[in-house]
């Protein structure tokens, strides 16, 4: 049969499975000795025109290229593509929604699956859950729940996964008032190292390890489930800069804003994000009026601000809309800078570090701090989920940008430095949701206490450790 006249066939048959034109359009054909489900599963190796599109993640500094990709469009086909790597001993990398930091959703020479088109959302009116495939991302999930005036606690840029996402905890605007995106999370379905599909609703161990510690290490979540959370009417976000920056104004803003979040309300988030060159200031609240104590903050940080923005109200959806930044990979070098109590924990290391960023050739480059606490430490049993570091009021992130890969070492650089000043200060605990490759005592840093408990699961569900990357889960 010439391969026009299997094309042919193959359409015929996609037509006849009803499967959405776009998937029809990206089908490719499979090596014959390469295991097939017709519109299901198919493998591309790297001289397949569209193995390059499905290689791609967000950040291009990673250039790591697996032997095949196994692209899945349901539960069998995770399970043929997994036995396949066992039968021909292929490490396995995972790839939902592709924004992992460091890559971890690619690797080099192993088998790589692809769940970026196994997608579907449903919200059951009846019990009011949603439940949702590994290739939905937070911005199709946003606009599906607005529908039925309902949402999941997530974050706020649309092209991240909402598997990965949860996984590895997931916080965001909403996080304070209804807890980590885990934390909503009450079903889900994995295909383990063997190939096996596990349903958590008979293994409670699966549900708890899925809420933030199983992020491409013990399985293969094909399926999750939420309760949803009734989407407020609006969404109101206020904004502070400040310019003519010395490394003296850095430490009073950061203790001034430190010292004001205990009393932010529930319903508002804040970000505190310093450049080389200004600070900015983001609020953002979800109740319709702004209680007192939020305007006594909103006066207080106004007092030296170089530029206010006061409210800007949007109806809900258009509101988190506004920050859904872009979707087109981009070179970045993004690692968490750590979970603070408070100021103190940070004091001595921020004016040596704005300094460096002000020396530094890549200008973009930023600390991000952000207020935790709320629902994330008060809503939830410390046992309830896997994610571990509740207790913490603040979270870093340290972000360089740059347009070359050519600058790839020296964005490196600089965030080693960074972190290095970090982990002299003390900052030990760390988000697994923002990788740094460079942390030596990474187990302890994403997981502490849990990671014991991982560790015995990742032997009962992967004992060959099939599914790897740098920091995964060790036997
Ligand atoms: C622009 C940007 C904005 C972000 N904003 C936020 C934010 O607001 N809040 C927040 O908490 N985090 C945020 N993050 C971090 C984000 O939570 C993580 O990068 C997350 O892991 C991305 O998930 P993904 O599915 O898109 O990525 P992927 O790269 O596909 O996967 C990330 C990790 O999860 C594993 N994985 C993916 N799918 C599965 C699966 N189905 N089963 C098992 N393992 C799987 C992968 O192997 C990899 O280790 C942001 C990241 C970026 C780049």
Redesign the pocket.
Known sequence: MSSMTRRETLKTLLTALALPAAYQAEWAFADANLPQIAGQLYFLKPTDAEYKQRRQ???KRIGLMPRLIAVCLSDQAVQTAMQYAAANNLAV?????????E????NNNGLLID??LLKSFKYASADQSFTTR?GA?LGEVYAYLAQFKRLIP????A???????T??????FFARQLG??CDSLTRVK?VDGQGKLLDSKNDAELLWACKGG?????????ELQFKTHPAPASFTHYRFKYRSLTPNKVSSLAERWFGLMPNLPTTCYSSWVLGPAQLTILITDIAERSAPQLQNILRQLGKDATTVQGAQKDEFLRGIQRFR??TEPMY?K?VSAGYYHGYADIKSVLPSLFTQMQASALKQNLIQINTLGGAIRDGFSATSAAYPHRNYAYLGEFQVYYERSSDSPKAEALVNQVQAQFTQAGIKAH?A???DIGLKHWAQAYYADAYPRLQALKRKLDPSNR?Q?PQ?VRL
């Open positions: 993640i967000f950040n990398a995972v790839k939902s929604g592709g924004h992992c930091f890559g971890y959703s690619l769940l970026s590994p991302k997530a974050g706020s840029c092209g991240v996964g909402v598997a990965g996402l996984l590895g905890g997931g916080y965001g980590l995106t994995l199983n992020n491409g290490s013990l399985g293969i979540v094909t930044g872009g970045f993004n988000y949701n923002y990788p599914i990357h995964s």
